[in-house]
């Protein structure tokens, strides 16, 4: 991460780089080696050295690892190499423990019982079918696997085993898998790929709306539109928090995090003056829990994204959520009350 390097020799650091936004180009990692002897002699010394030549946008690496003068081994990467890697060893990251997390933890204890997954899809029908119909309810739930259907598809795109889609009454589905992502670009996909297949689906009902006038499609494209926009605040661990942190852990230096700082200053200010009260404050908490984490961004084995992967992922982001809120403005303004009732969440 901006060229922070720890080079590790049977499980001991023998050579360190910092970080620093600067640190690209040659460098080369110089250390000793003692081997020892059978009898009382003095045991041999080796000198190694293991020569680094590093671009972070694009990202490419070439090495070379010399003992004295004789090249020992030597080799590239690139993205596609970092993204199909297993960490060796990452550094362990203190975590606050939280209500969130330990419900995380819970399903993934639970999670390796098929039955699990029958009785929550029965819970959450249940759980819908008291807020809603029973025929909402089905067509909530088939959205719901279709937003983490989406998270599936860009998980089997990076070549990771899944394990399935959990549905959890009230909060939504979780799509599991045991692998770990290696590079920041795989989690803005994997994240934001839900909400996207959310929007088709969102999409789809207002069409069939149009063609039948049947209230019902343009009620499940608006409280579809609604769930997978809470999916985007930036908030972990919903899908926008991944996509933002992912974002702004990936500028190297201050002005990217007084670009990431405006850029949410900005989206409060339109929040709050388009009347998306709640929007607008969870934008701010989500925001801020970014901020104060950027400090820690060199401790994670992740590939940062390079400038153009950061104003892709940004522009994607914004033209989804856009196009989510444009849905539930739409619906909002045919009188109906109960079309109206997810934009007056949002203003609440």
Same mark, same amino acid.
């Given at each position: 991460m901006?060229?922070?390097?720890?080079?590790?020799?049977?499980?001991t650091v023998?050579?360190?780089?910092h970080?620093?936004?600067?640190?690209?180009?040659?460098?080369?990692?110089?250390?000793e080696?003692?081997?020892?002897?059978?009898?009382?002699?003095?045991?041999?010394?080796?000198?190694?050295?293991?020569?680094?030549?590093?671009?972070?946008?694009?990202?490419?690496?070439?090495?070379?690892?010399?003992?004295?003068?004789?090249?020992?081994?030597?080799?590239?990467?690139?993205?596609k190499?970092?993204?199909?890697?297993?960490?060796?060893?990452?550094?362990?990251?203190?975590?606050?423990?939280?209500?969130?997390?330990?419900?995380?933890?819970?399903?993934k204890?639970?999670?390796?019982?098929?039955?699990?997954?029958?009785v929550?899809?029965?819970?959450?029908?249940?759980a819908?079918?008291?807020?809603?119909?029973?025929?909402?309810?089905?067509?909530?739930?088939?959205?719901?696997?279709?937003?983490e259907y =989406? *998270? $599936?598809?860009a998980?089997?795109? #990076?070549? !990771?085993k899944? &394990?399935?889609?959990?549905?959890?009454?009230?909060? +939504?589905?979780?799509?599991?898998?045991?692998?770990?992502?290696?590079?920041r670009?795989?989690?803005?996909?994997?994240?934001?790929?839900?909400?996207?297949?959310?929007?088709?689906?969102?999409?789809?009902?207002?069409?069939?709306?149009?063609i039948?006038?049947?209230?019902?499609?343009?009620?499940?494209?608006?409280?579809?539109?609604?769930?997978n926009?809470f999916?985007?605040?930036?908030?972990?661990?919903?899908?926008? =928090? *991944? $996509?933002?942190?992912?974002?702004? #852990?990936? !500028?190297?230096? &201050?002005?990217?995090?007084?670009?990431?700082?405006? +850029?949410?200053?900005?989206?409060?200010?339109?929040?709050?003056?388009?009347?998306?009260?709640?929007l607008?404050?969870?934008?701010?908490?989500?925001?801020?829990?970014?901020?104060?984490?950027?400090?820690?961004?060199?401790q994670?084995?992740?590939?940062?994204?390079?400038?153009?992967?950061?104003?892709?992922s940004?522009?994607?982001?914004?033209?989804?959520?856009?196009?989510?809120?444009a849905?539930i403005?739409?619906?909002?303004?045919?009188?109906?009350?109960?079309?109206?009732?997810?934009?007056k969440?949002?203003?609440?």
């Amino acid at each position: 991460m901006a060229g922070w390097q720890q080079l590790f020799w049977g499980g001991t650091v023998v050579a360190v780089k910092h970080a620093s936004a600067d640190n690209q180009g040659p460098y080369t990692h110089t250390f000793e080696l003692t081997t020892p002897v059978a009898d009382e002699g003095e045991p041999n010394t080796i000198n190694i050295s293991l020569e680094i030549d590093l671009t972070w946008q694009p990202f490419s690496l070439s090495y070379r690892l010399l003992q004295e003068q004789n090249v020992l081994t030597e080799g590239s990467r690139n993205t596609k190499d970092i993204e199909q890697q297993v960490p060796v060893k990452t550094i362990e990251v203190k975590r606050k423990v939280s209500m969130v997390g330990l419900a995380s933890l819970g399903f993934k204890l639970l999670k390796s019982a098929k039955v699990i997954k029958v009785v929550l899809a029965g819970a959450s029908i249940a759980a819908y079918s008291w807020l809603f119909s029973f025929q909402f309810a089905l067509a909530l739930i088939a959205c719901l696997v279709f937003h983490e259907y =989406g *998270h $599936i598809k860009a998980m089997k795109h #990076f070549g !990771m085993k899944t &394990k399935g889609i959990y549905l959890i009454p009230f909060m +939504g589905g979780l799509a599991m898998s045991d692998e770990k992502i290696n590079t920041r670009w795989q989690d803005v996909v994997i994240s934001i790929m839900g909400p996207c297949f959310g929007l088709i689906m969102s999409v789809v009902a207002l069409i069939a709306y149009w063609i039948t006038g049947e209230a019902f499609f343009a009620g499940l494209a608006a409280f579809n539109a609604l769930l997978n926009l809470f999916n985007l605040l930036p908030i972990l661990p919903l899908d926008g =928090g *991944h $996509i933002l942190k992912s974002i702004s #852990f990936s !500028m190297n230096s &201050k002005a990217g995090l007084i670009a990431c700082i405006a +850029g949410a200053a900005i989206g409060v200010y339109l929040s709050y003056s388009l009347g998306l009260a709640l929007l607008g404050f969870m934008l701010l908490i989500g925001s801020a829990e970014i901020v104060f984490e950027w400090k820690t961004r060199h401790q994670s084995h992740l590939l940062p994204l390079d400038r153009y992967g950061q104003i892709f992922s940004a522009a994607w982001y914004f033209l989804t959520v856009g196009a989510l809120i444009a849905i539930i403005w739409y619906l909002a303004a045919s009188g109906d009350e109960i079309l109206a009732l997810p934009l007056k969440i949002l203003q609440s």
